[in-house]
């Protein structure tokens, strides 16, 4: 059920009640029903907001969430939601039972003393032991669902497993929104489930991992076992179960599979099998977490070909207006075009969309319209209107003889570096070639020069992963010999600086990946 129908149901005195710690203003105005729905409804889509509220909870609380996140729908009758519930949270303490005696590679049985420390002395975890709980979960290269599940250790259950337990974990959760009730069920909004898994880190709920490995052929299965030192005894469904059981996530599990049979995956599961091994990944992961491997599929011979569009300008002309785009913009744009590169320099990627088979039209489409009112701005052209109107004026603009192309850029834009094996070493000078290192030094000077450097380009790209940020290292000639303390040091130093910009770190296969935050 959508959240602006859940919350348009409820009456003046809930709402206000719901709106109590997310909304400033109703404490002392009376908000318009109507600016008071809209404000909740963004404070509890907004990935802060969730992350927040969810951090340091205890059990049940996760099962609660849990319960829902697999239901479809994710509703559940209020007569079966606390069975539901019990039954998830002895499978919980179970579960958490088997990975600290079955897995002796992770060291589970460190962090369980830490955080049994953290949580015995005042029976609560406060803000600077779960950072330091944090810290350590990224040492140990844990997720946050092994932090869930090692909480329901038996030498832990004392300390949540007591009277009312139940009633407090679901008042907190009804009260903040992340649970939502009606007269007969608990449900949690389509709109907030995505931000739950993604705080989570939950790539695929319980029943879709489960689905996504009987794709999976019982030898693959069995050399993935062994590869993590798993028991590999069993028919399919017992390999399965030990996987999951494993808490191996879906997305370090598929990186171990070669990228031939990632493809065949794709054919069984009904989705495209073009792409880099990461890009297959993110695109099984993906259409297995929106159920699409459900769907009916057609047959192979009505698979979707690309059809070859005509573009309007010439190959100048089309240079001269992809010139007008910054860095980031054209990466976004070969990212979303099937069969057609995103690495490279930027003339590369000129280059690669003027031999692909799609218009000028079909690309500008897929940037946002802010991004098009800021590419007319800086072709100093009018920056009203809607996505038709601003494409429209970008290609008419590209076809006449006004200035345009590389002088505008020249004076508006520098080219931005693109860190390239070719680039290590040259002894060059980069970082005038920096677009966001002006912009970070003003905002930043307090930051380390080489910190400076690594959150500028980390800005531009979005997103790093390990071997990016080792070649822009010494790309760039930074005094970082142990990366990842450095990273985890600069996201400290954003955090506690708390401007526009924080970092998160998103494990994956055998590595992070680092996202920028505003």
Request: hydrophobic fraction near 35%; charged fraction near 30%; charge should be negative.
């Amino acid at each position: 059920m959508r959240l602006d129908e859940l919350l348009s149901s409820l009456t003046d005195e809930n709402l206000e009640h719901l709106a109590r710690d997310k909304v400033s203003d109703v404490k002392h105005i009376r908000l318009p029903r109507k600016v008071l729905i809209k404000e909740i409804h963004e404070a509890l889509t907004s990935y802060s907001y969730i992350s927040k509220t969810l951090s340091g909870r205890y059990p049940p609380s996760f099962q609660m969430v849990l319960v829902l996140l697999g239901i479809d729908m994710h509703c559940c009758p209020v007569q079966d939601f606390r069975k539901k519930v019990s039954e998830e949270t002895e499978k919980m303490i179970n579960l958490a039972n088997d990975i600290i005696s079955g897995n002796k590679k992770k060291q589970y049985e460190l962090y369980l003393k830490m955080l049994y420390t953290a949580w015995e002395s005042e029976l609560s975890i406060d803000v600077s032991e779960e950072a330091l709980l944090r810290a350590l979960r990224y040492e140990l290269h844990l997720t946050y669902m092994e932090h869930i599940v090692l909480m329901h250790h038996p030498d832990l259950r004392s300390l949540w497993d007591h009277d009312g337990a139940y009633e407090k974990e679901r008042n907190y959760l009804l009260g903040r929104g992340i649970i939502l009730s009606t007269e007969i069920d608990y449900l949690i909004a389509e709109e907030i489930a995505p931000v739950i898994r993604s705080a989570w880190q939950i790539e695929l709920i319980e029943n879709q991992y489960r689905r996504l490995l009987n794709y999976v052929s019982i030898e693959e299965l069995y050399n993935l076992l062994k590869l993590n030192r798993l028991p590999v005894a069993g028919n399919k469904q017992d390999k399965i179960s030990t996987i999951f059981s494993s808490l191996i996530t879906p997305g370090s599990l598929l990186g171990q599979i070669k990228i031939t049979k990632l493809q065949k995956l794709c054919k069984n599961i009904g989705c495209a099998i073009y792409g880099t091994k990461e890009e297959v990944i993110d695109r099984i992961l993906g259409y297995v977490s929106m159920d699409c491997d459900l769907e009916e599929k057609l047959p192979e011979e009505f698979e979707e070909e690309i059809i070859k569009e005509v573009k309007e300008l010439n190959e100048n002309s089309f240079k001269q207006l992809m010139l007008s785009l910054s860095f980031s913009e054209l990466y976004q744009i070969c990212s979303h075009l099937r069969n057609v590169k995103s690495s490279g320099k930027k003339d590369v990627k000129i280059k690669n969309l003027w031999n692909s088979p799609y218009s000028e039209r079909t690309m500008l489409k897929l940037l946002r319209n802010q991004e098009l009112s800021e590419i007319c701005a800086r072709l100093g052209l009018h920056r009203s209107g809607n996505k038709h109107d601003l494409i429209e004026r970008l290609i008419d603009f590209a076809r006449s003889d006004k200035k345009t192309g590389e002088e505008i850029i020249n004076e508006q834009e520098p080219e931005v570096h693109v860190i390239d094996d070719s680039d290590v070493n040259t002894g060059n000078s980069l970082i005038d070639d920096l677009v966001e290192y002006s912009n970070i030094s003003k905002m930043y000077p307090e930051l380390a020069d080489d910190e400076k450097i690594v959150l500028s380009f980390l800005v531009e790209m979005k997103s790093l992963n390990e071997s990016e940020i080792d070649r822009m290292i010494s790309s760039y000639g930074l005094n970082w010999f142990l990366p990842k303390a450095h990273m985890k040091e600069l996201k400290d130093n954003l955090e506690k600086l708390d401007r526009k910009y924080h970092i998160e770190i998103k494990p994956f296969k055998y590595h992070d990946i680092y996202e920028v935050v505003v």
